[in-house]
């Protein structure tokens, strides 16, 4: 069974920092991507950030510059390091998974609030 464990969240002054961890364990099969979603209040799901298994990574235009993805192949861990938080960043952000084969995988959610 596959489980992912994301960690991370919580609350933030604007202008501070947060990294998102998150762990897959589990039969996944060969990874084609790993990478963060999220969704505020009232809005849809969107995406933050992938990252392929060439190292290419796609960042939302509203993140660019302030948020880092990064993989860690041998651990099946993706992190997200976010700089620079902004009250529109608030939102409960999922970890996904996408396989070469199957239906995508999904963490649990993790808050993350900016607020004064």
């Known amino acids: 069974q596959v489980q992912l464990v994301e960690s991370g969240g919580g609350l933030v002054q604007p202008g501070g920092s947060l990294r998102l961890s998150c762990a897959a364990s589990g039969s996944i099969g060969r990874i084609n991507t790993m990478g963060w979603y999220r969704q505020a209040p009232g809005k849809q799901r969107e995406l933050v950030a992938i990252?392929?298994?060439?190292?290419?990574?796609n960042y939302a235009d509203s993140v660019k510059g302030r948020f880092t993805l990064s993989r860690d192949y041998a651990k099946n861990t993706v992190y997200l390091q976010m700089n620079s938080l902004k009250p529109e960043d608030t939102a409960v952000y999922y970890c996904q998974i996408r396989p070469w084969l199957g239906s995508d995988y999904w963490g649990q959610g993790t808050q993350v609030t900016v607020s004064s």
């Open positions: 990252i392929a298994g060439s190292g290419t990574t």
